[in-house]
């Protein structure tokens, strides 16, 4: 069974520091994405990766993933209050697009 | 990337009634996806509607309670039946499709029905 687990799920930062939300996942899987949600909205596509070692990225945060360890990072840097959200990974299931394996999510507060 | 809409964005329903939420898409999409969030949890996929055939449900979802619709590739409704508290949830419609800055398809999500039952 495909099991994708994050971690930390709570994330307190400072403005100004770096951090790193951890993504594993049990079986192998053809591509890996990244998604932001704020309260109360619907989910927005950061990163999908396809292949191993594949970077990606947008502004403060950049997406890695390495399918031998399957473990990809969404690294945080120099951490800005509007970057606070919900992070989530997902994974697809049997190379069947659409049908996606999500993670608990890291809920992410960037402190002044 | 394509644009999704849903109706309604949100609704307060009395326990034994139904609510039919609608999907549409500015796109022709082959598969169109139904997703469930439980409050303060991640996303579940429901079903997947397919044009023309009986949706594909996953393990511990069934049609009775979730009937599905998807007369064209443009649109889908998502009926939730016989409710519960328990289905209190934000129910959210998802395609695959691709940015046009991109070359590859990436899986894209409404924005959501928040349905509260009492």
């Known amino acids: 069974e495909l099991k994708v687990e994050q971690n930390p799920l709570f994330l307190s930062m400072q403005e100004g520091k770096n951090y790193t939300i951890y993504c594993n996942y049990s079986t192998t899987s053809d591509r890996l994405y990244w998604y932001r949600q704020d309260p109360g909205k619907s989910l927005e596509s950061l990163f999908v990766l396809l292949s191993n070692g594949a970077v990606k990225q947008e502004g403060r945060l950049m997406a890695s993933l390495d399918t031998k360890a399957r473990l990809s990072t969404l690294h945080i840097t120099a951490a800005v209050h509007d970057l606070s959200a919900t992070y989530f990974c997902?994974?697809?299931?049997?190379?069947?697009?659409?049908?996606?394996?999500f993670g608990k999510g890291t809920k992410l507060s960037v402190k002044p | 990337s394509a644009v999704i809409s849903q109706k309604p964005s949100r609704d307060i329903c009395q326990r034994g009634t139904s609510l039919t939420i609608q999907c549409q898409v500015d796109?022709?999409?082959?598969?169109m996806f139904w997703y469930r969030q439980q409050p303060g949890q991640s996303l579940t996929l429901i079903a997947t509607?397919?044009?023309?055939?009986?949706?594909?449900?996953e393990s511990g979802f069934v049609i009775d309670k979730f009937p599905i619709s998807r007369p064209n590739l443009t649109f889908s409704t998502l009926t939730v039946s016989n409710m519960s508290p328990e289905d209190s949830s934000i129910y959210l419609c998802s395609v695959v499709g691709h940015k046009r800055t991109s070359r590859y398809n990436e899986q894209f999500f409404g924005p959501g029905t928040r349905l509260t039952v009492l």
């Open positions: 796109s022709q999409v082959t598969m």
């Open positions: 509607a397919n044009q023309g055939s009986e949706a594909t449900y």
């Open positions: 997902a994974v697809t299931r049997g190379g069947s697009q659409g049908n996606l394996i």
